[in-house]
């Protein structure tokens, strides 16, 4: 939606206030209200369907594949928006989050190896149905949902393999699957918008577009784990910078609040 120059200055003026007014009339550190499922594609490892009050709408299933450790990544994200071509920024700036995310997650990889030569490789495939705002938050849910989901078959063959060339057998009752998040919980990647000296969490396209820059800040296992990063908006009307405070700012509000985001979308 297109804002008029007096609709964005009035929208302005109320975020930038002590304290801010959000036209839905959120807190900052407030989520908008989502709905999520588990378990929703057949013939996946793990799948979640996320949708918000809006009407923005994420779907992700999780597939795996035994490969070789030397054959590089073992997670691979992909994401396909409803309207963009593949060659479009956003799709593509959207997965290389994801993968960047997700491949700085140890305890992740570790539950990837399967012996001395193979490991699963982990497909992550999104699709955005529908979206209003910057959906990268909407679409980690729903990557943290579908891993939080995601059982991997339980292997009953060797683990040294380094002397034999064995390829790693399975048990084929899928009740001994066991599930990817043990003692952990996946990474969440969360969407903030600096405004003055004021920081919202889950911005709508219209705060983006009065917002100095956008932050995206990752939680994993009750902290604040890297990585920790600017985001382009692409709104470009406000490049006067912002106070180093308010960085801090950011992470008080994500470390106040992002265990209710995660109690929100698993109750």
């Known amino acids: 939606m297109k804002f008029s120059v007096s609709e964005l200055s009035y929208l302005r003026s109320s975020l930038i206030s002590s304290p801010p007014l959000r036209p839905d009339c959120r807190k900052p550190g407030q989520f908008r209200p989502v709905e999520s499922e588990v378990d929703w594609l057949p013939f996946t490892n793990g799948s979640a369907r996320v949708r918000a009050a809006d009407g923005s709408e994420c779907i992700v299933g999780i597939k795996t594949k035994v490969v070789a450790r030397s054959e590089g990544s073992l997670i691979e994200p992909s994401v396909d928006i409803t309207g ?22 140890p305890e992740l990889t570790a539950q990837l190896i399967l012996t ?4 699963f490789r982990l497909y992550v495939d999104c699709v955005v149905l529908s979206f209003t705002s910057h959906p990268l938050s909407l679409l980690s849910l729903a990557v943290f949902r579908a891993l939080k989901s995601t059982r991997l078959p339980q292997l009953i063959s060797s683990r040294d393999d380094t002397l034999v060339d064995e390829i790693p057998q399975f048990n084929d009752d899928w009740d001994a699957a066991q599930p990817i998040c043990t003692k952990w919980s996946p990474p969440l990647v969360l969407l903030l918008a600096i405004v003055g000296d004021n920081v919202l969490l889950d911005p709508t396209d219209a705060e983006l577009e009065v917002a100095e820059t956008a932050l995206c800040i990752t939680w994993k296992n009750n902290a604040i784990a890297a990585p920790i990063k600017n985001v ?21 509000l994500v470390q106040s609040c992002a265990a209710q985001v995660v109690s929100m979308i698993v109750s």
């Not at 060659?87 to 995310?101: G, V």
């Open 232 to 252: 382009d908006i692409g709104s470009g009307k406000n490049v006067g910078g912002y106070n180093p405070k308010v960085l801090l700012d950011a992470y008080d």
């Open 116 to 119: 001395e030569k193979y490991a």
């Open 84 to 105: 963009y071509k593949d060659n479009d920024p956003l799709p593509n700036s959207l997965a290389e989050a994801l993968r960047h995310t997700l491949n700085a997650c």
